[in-house]
């Protein structure tokens, strides 16, 4: 905590796309950094969710659809933010937002930013299928510009996951640090009880529950997870998915609608349109037998361990995953899933195997994985916030006064 002589320094975390309620800016860093005594603000994407009160000042700076104007809009508005509220310490979660940060960085030479680089966003736009010819190249070597030349001036670089501090080849490595999507619990959530383990599915007579939670999307593997579960029916009659989350796309939007209107018996779609709520998705899997990961082999997600492998983790909830050797590794050490081929079409006999090899399975024999859990990685932002944080100011600065 901070001396209660001096103004808690001011933080302001910011997004353009990512929700004022984003589990990773406002559950992780936001939490983490108010409840040490700073004063947080988060500017970002409207959020129809809303996040419970608290002493976080959330500031939405755009609404609408990710290919609009509106994006441009939001650069002003994050200006205005950053004017309104004279932050000791920017955090920039996006990209598009770095241009401005620079030019108050050099307005504001006493101030400081840290970059948190939640995707290789270069590669993302080259290997995924948003964008076009010579818009994807162009595009892709201005974010990779941009990202170097905030690099450079940016106090500390924080990456979500460890590969890329292999991919990017442009890391300050003295004041780069990892700080990985592992799992927080919302408030007034709990942990699996340790009576509960080892964890055994139910016999085949009996319902079982498949999860599919977090970014809906061919990528993701959404697709292949319904396709799965209509085969696993086969032999467990009463099996029911629930799909929960977001789908970004609208033509993806629109045929996962038609899918769960056609298998509604056993196909529940919460969401889709909408984001959810990650209390919703968190109770979501207190109450499924498996969870699913589907995801396609892809550069961009392929070398990174999914935010929803931790929280399955977290609260013991056993796994399906595909050949991923990052990923087996990961749940091979907790006993907790099993490696399946979700794109693969399964004759009747390799059906039968698949369920006896899931029923006889004795999930987390030694409980849920405490490393998956945030605790981990919040001492080492608090530590990256307080060196990157400039001398006090003596002017004063509090949340009311800036809302």
Known sequence: MHPSSRPAPVVLLASVLKPVDDTRMYEKFGRTLAEAGYAVH????????????????????????????????????????????????????????????????????????????????????????????????????????????????????????????????????????????????????SLPAAARFPISLPPREQPLRLLFSGTLSTLTGVFDAIRFADQLRTVWPRLQLTIIGYCQQPAELQRLQQLASANHSWLTLIGGAEPVPHAAIVAAIGQHHLGLLPYQPHPSTWRCIPTKLYEYMANALPVLIPPNQLWATEIRRLSAGCVVLFDALLNADELEQLACALINEKYYPAGPAADALWQSEAPRLLAAVAAALPPPRAATSHLGAAL
Do not use: C
Request: net charge positive; no cysteine.
């Open 42 to 189: 988060i500017a970002g994407r409207a959020s129809k969710v809303g996040a419970p009160p608290a002493v976080i000042g959330l500031h939405p700076i755009f609404s609408g659809y990710r290919l609009s104007l509106g994006r441009l809009a939001a650069q002003w508005r994050y200006w205005q933010r950053l004017q309104q509220l004279q932050p000791d310490l920017v955090i920039a979660h996006a990209p598009e937002l770095l241009p401005a940060t620079l030019l108050w960085r050099w307005f504001e030479p006493k101030r400081a930013f840290v970059y948190d680089v939640r995707e290789n966003y270069a590669l993302n736009i080259r290997t995924q299928q948003v964008y076009r010819g010579w818009l994807k190249r162009l595009l892709a070597n201005g974010v990779a510009a941009i990202e170097k030349a905030a690099m450079r001036r940016a106090a500390a670089v924080l990456l979500a996951e460890r590969s890329y501090a292999e991919e990017l080849g442009y890391l300050p490595r003295q004041h780069t640090l990892v700080l990985e999507n592992k799992y927080v619990a919302p408030p007034n959530a």
